[in-house]
């Protein structure tokens, strides 16, 4: 009996750090297409990166939302390892078509990345 106890605190613990990591995954992404968005528009409006940036805004907010730190009465998304899969690899192909990978943006998705390794191993 006290072994389930074990295994439901540490998989609410591996749970709680996934969300955690995907927060500020999220968080971090958004600053960082924030900051591409700006590069686009000082030197010469770049209109492909620019609409990149915008979409990696969008989705870094669909990620927020999935984690609940951005709360919606009309559009919940649930926080599944497949969904997140998903967003973050929308996530990279904006930053690769922005300014590139290595970035802080990239951070951001690595974040989601750690997220996502850990809620598949709980589920394993």
Known sequence: MTSRTRTYSSSTSTWSLARTLTAIG?????V??????V??????VNL?????????IVISFCVLLQVQIIRSW???IPFNWWMLLILAILQAFCANAT?????????????EIIAIILLLLSVL
């Open 26 to 30: 999220g968080l971090v992404s958004i």
């Open 32 to 37: 960082g297409f924030a900051l591409s968005l």
């Open 39 to 44: 590069q686009a528009l000082i030197p010469s």
């Open 48 to 56: 492909s990166s620019m609409l990149y940036s915008l979409l990696g």
């Open 74 to 76: 009309k559009l919940e």
């Open 99 to 111: 300014s590139g990978i290595v970035d802080i943006t990239g951070l951001g998705i690595l974040l």
